[in-house]
């Protein structure tokens, strides 16, 4: 065992490794009898592919370079493809990035071809939740048409694409289902007998976690709606998904306990204080899947997600045996066959196969594959720490941790916290090479679950309720305080670091605490007034109303949170990165905070990103967002990591 100085431990964890494992499987789903899911390619300008999982065990990339299957509906995307089995072969439909048409395809038969039509108006045709009905000759998804240049000028409704193809240049073709009542639709389901469709809709300034209905209406022999009636919810109850049982009853998850609890036809199937659903970020997201005998595949928990089969009759909930402790919002089910995706503090997300019959589950795509000893893998601690006013602030802590180093004794470790996104969102407890990039050298990650965070109910989700910029900063600050209090942590060696909403908490927490030395601010919010006058996209654009309050009511609270109105309070060393693409938290936003840093001498980089959006999917971007956060931990901490280029800070 070496003895060396936190930050100098090498590590066979280098950042093109990290970038490399970046991202997971998304929506899976069956063609015919085989699995099949979306993956992504960071090496191949950060694009998503389609994977078949063959029946002889093989897996094969559907979709060769460039095509990319992700929609851009609500920005935030939503499920990109759907497929089945016609005259003996399959034909998928998805959703291609660049140009956001909808694609129908055959494999081994040709190029894709196009559904719908390029729109030549704002963001153009986007399509998500594509449901195949070749009965029917359509596929029924979510159309959400611009109608200006604006990122607020949109519609959304539910439409019937026509398979053969002739909507490609005609957008008259384009049947629609739904009037554009509600600003936001997702589904729609159809029930086993044809007759009846399902989906869910909210409007301004809710978000979908805030309340949610849940609609149903006749479906004709023409495939016309009639009016819709309301089944459940409403302002203040959130209906995470929608579905449909074997025998026709309507299954839906509820928050109107506290809880997202499984009902049947409004009666509660398995009362709980635990979540059997989650926000809405993405449309298509899927915490439960009817199967054909009667019983439910559902991801549930409280905090980390498991994979369980729920019988409605009994109540009784048995969880998939494996070493899976985190559960992905997405399931298919075939026959007995449930496919899911799984991931544990030692493995990452991978696609898991339960078989219902013989209670087995095993993995059969995306396997974890140990790309170096997996005893450089960081030992996460689940923790809870008091907050302010004794609340409680679910954390996971991260030690550095490498199998041949430690450090002098008389040393305590620098920590890194990290603020996830959302922030309606959780980090949850899975193996992140990002976070063992920092851990294998020296330096502690401890992401913290702040209230607000998703996945403990709705009473911990509304604490953030009108005090975004509070509640968050302060629970991050409490937890790095206590880790400091109690040995765990240098208190002269802390830093924050975040993305999005977490780069808004991190940016806060700079201008207003003096806990932390230093910060990572990535892609983040900094100025709330022009954030909610019209700078972001139409989905998230009166999402502060919730967070800060209705700014009419309130304007003084916006200036007084925003850290660009105070950034002569920071003066702690920073590296903030930005894509130049990204529509949710534009470069304005950043480009406005660092106009009022002139002149402060305050040291800190800022990297923007040709080509990168909200979210960064290339694997050079990723390189060099690790490298330099790990350089300016470097310099402000007095750690010497081998190997790392120097981050050059201006003042």
């Not at 979709?63 to 497929?83: C, F, K």
């Not at 045709?125 to 159309?143: H, I």
């Not at 549930?300 to 009784?316: F, Q, S």
């Not at 993305?499 to 990572?520: E, F, P």
């Amino acid at each position: 065992m070496r003895t060396l100085a936190y930050g100098s431990w090498p590590s066979p964890i280098d950042a093109a490794l990290a970038a490399a494992h970046d991202g997971h499987p998304e929506y899976v789903g069956f063609v015919g009898d085989e699995a099949w899911w979306t993956e992504p390619r960071p090496a191949e300008g950060g694009r998503r592919t389609l994977v078949r999982r063959r029946a002889d065990g093989t897996e094969e990339p559907v979709l060769p370079a460039p095509w990319n299957v992700r929609s851009r509906v609500i920005e935030y995307g939503g499920r990109p493809w759907t497929g089945t089995v016609a005259d003996g072969q399959p034909l998928v439909v998805f959703a291609h990035f660049a140009d956001q048409r909808l694609y129908a395809h055959r494999p081994g038969a040709g190029e894709p071809r196009p559904l719908t039509p390029v729109s030549p108006v704002g963001g153009g045709l986007r399509w998500a939740e594509p449901q195949l009905l070749p009965e029917r000759g359509e596929v029924w998804c979510v159309l959400e048409e611009f109608t200006g240049d604006g990122p607020v000028d949109v519609r959304r409704v539910l439409a019937a694409v026509p398979l053969d193809g002739s909507a490609a240049q005609d957008r008259d073709r384009v049947r629609e289902l739904t009037d554009d009542r509600h600003r936001f639709v997702s589904g729609p389901r159809l029930s086993p007998d044809g007759r009846r469709a399902a989906w869910l809709a909210w409007d301004h300034p809710r978000m979908p976690w805030d309340g949610t209905e849940l609609l149903v209406a006749e479906v004709t022999d023409d495939g016309t709606f009639g009016e819709p009636r309301t089944a459940a919810g409403g302002p203040r109850e959130s209906i995470a998904q929608a579905d449909w049982s074997a025998d026709g009853r309507l299954l839906y998850a509820s928050d109107r306990t506290g809880w997202w609890n499984l009902y049947r036809d409004g009666e509660p199937l398995c009362p709980r204080e635990e979540e059997f659903g989650g926000p809405l970020w993405k449309l298509g997201h899927r915490w439960f899947a009817p199967l054909a005998g009667g019983l439910i595949a559902v991801v549930h928990g409280r905090g980390a997600t498991t994979l369980g089969i729920l019988d409605p009759e009994t109540g009784e909930v048995v969880d998939a045996a494996g070493p899976w402790t985190e559960f992905a919002p997405t399931l298919a089910v075939h026959g007995e066959r449930v496919v899911a995706v799984g991931a544990s503090p030692r493995s990452a997300h991978e696609v898991v196969e339960l078989d219902t019959r013989t209670g087995r589950a095993r993995v059969v795509g995306a396997p974890h594959d140990d790309p170096v000893d997996a005893a450089h893998y960081p030992e996460p601690q689940i923790r809870t720490f008091t907050g302010p006013a004794g609340r409680e602030i679910h954390a996971h802590v991260y030690p550095p941790h490498h199998p041949a180093c430690t450090a002098p004794g008389d040393q305590l470790p620098p920590y890194v916290i990290w603020a996830h996104g959302g922030p309606t969102q959780r980090a949850p407890l899975v193996l992140d090479l990002e976070i063992a990039y920092f851990t294998s050298r020296g330096i502690g990650v401890a992401e913290v679950n702040y209230g607000g965070s998703s996945g403990y109910g709705r009473e911990y989700r509304d604490l953030l309720r009108e005090q975004w910029g509070v509640v968050d900063v302060e629970d991050c600050a409490a937890v790095a305080r206590a880790l400091a209090d109690e040995g765990t942590a240098d208190r002269d060696r802390l830093a924050i670091r975040g993305g999005s909403a977490g780069g808004w908490t991190a940016a806060a927490s700079l201008a207003t605490t003096d806990v932390y030395a230093c910060g990572t601010i990535i892609y983040p919010i900094l100025d709330l007034a022009g954030w909610g006058a019209g700078e972001t996209h139409d989905f998230e654009s009166r999402y502060l109303e919730t967070l800060v309050g209705p700014y009419a009511e309130v304007p003084a609270r916006y200036a007084q949170r925003s850290p660009t109105e105070h950034a002569d309070r920071i003066t702690a060393p920073f590296l903030l990165l930005q894509g130049l693409d990204d529509v949710i938290c534009p470069p304005a936003q950043c480009e406005r905070f660092l106009s009022r840093l002139q002149g402060r001498r305050v040291p800190h980089a800022y990297i923007a990103f040709e080509g990168e959006g909200h979210g960064f999917r290339k694997a050079e971007t990723m390189v060099r967002v690790l490298e330099s956060e790990l350089s300016l931990y470097a310099q402000v901490f007095g750690l010497n990591p081998p190997g790392v280029p120097t981050l050059e800070l201006t003042k």
